[in-house]
């Protein structure tokens, strides 16, 4: 079936380094991967996005890359923070999602920036 | 302009109970959907919704119903509990691609912390 898969699971960087996180996916025909923040106790917010047609796109400090080809796509972020400890859920549409809106989500990497 | 609203924040259940959470959006969005949210296992879609009236399975269905009889809320009913839906519900919602919004970005509520002992 569809599936996300998303590693690390936790990462661990000083401030001021960079951190990459990187997610596979299974259907060739997903259009569309956002990338969620969820700090402790609060609700997914969304940080960035990117569409198949595509390959990269920044905002700020933070970038996500796709590969369609290879089906991996990826979140960079730069000069990081104390403030971006949190923990990143990667997700893709799914099959069917023009008419429900569906995604599948990764299982998260919890980011841990040491001050 | 709230956004998406849940309640309640928390609850204890007991084996066998059961209860409904309530998800509410103002931002006349025509999808919602219910996840449930455990360690390690990220974001699982657990019913959805495309309009007023129609609801539709998710990857983990089982032992959950719900109903949208309106369009600003969606329902997620437990009709006997278990200690296996001890989770934190997020419900969230959406518009059609095309609109003011990122295609398909979901907003989601603040969650419900539900224990069943």
């Known amino acids: 079936g569809e599936n996300v898969e998303q590693h690390p699971s936790t990462l661990s960087v000083q401030e001021g380094d960079s951190a990459v996180i990187k997610c596979t996916y299974s259907?060739?025909?997903?259009?569309?991967f956002p990338w969620y923040k969820q700090e402790l106790g609060k609700r997914p917010q969304l940080i960035i996005d990117?569409?198949?047609?595509?390959g990269e796109k920044k905002d700020q400090r933070i970038a996500v890359t796709l590969n369609k080809t290879a089906k991996h796509f990826s979140l960079h972020i730069t000069e990081t923070q104390p403030e971006d400890s949190a923990v990143y859920f990667c997700?893709?549409?799914?099959?069917?999602?023009?008419?429900?809106?569906?995604?599948?989500f990764g299982q998260g990497t919890t980011l841990q920036v040491k001050p | 302009n709230a956004g998406v609203t849940q309640t309640p924040k928390f609850r204890v259940l007991k084996t066998g109970q059961s209860m409904t959470l309530l998800c509410a959006q103002d931002?006349?969005?025509?999808?919602m959907y219910w996840y449930r949210q455990d360690p390690g296992m990220g974001l699982r879609l657990i019913h959805y919704?495309?309009?007023?009236?129609?609801?539709a399975k998710g990857e983990v269905p089982d032992g959950y119903n719900v109903s949208r009889l309106k369009k600003q809320n969606f329902l997620l009913g437990l009709e006997s509990a278990a200690p296996s839906q001890t989770s934190v519900y997020f419900c969230?919602?959406?518009?059609?691609?095309?609109?003011?919004?990122?295609?398909?970005?979901?907003?989601f509520g603040p969650g419900t912390r539900l224990t069943v002992l």
């Open positions: 969230a919602s959406s518009t059609l691609a095309g609109g003011t919004s990122s295609y398909n970005e979901q907003f």
């Open positions: 931002m006349n969005h025509e999808y």
């Open positions: 919704s495309v309009g007023e009236g129609t609801t």
């Open positions: 259907d060739s025909a997903s259009n569309y």
């Open positions: 990117i569409r198949s047609n595509v």
């Open positions: 997700a893709a549409t799914a099959h069917g999602s023009s008419n429900t809106g569906k995604l599948i």
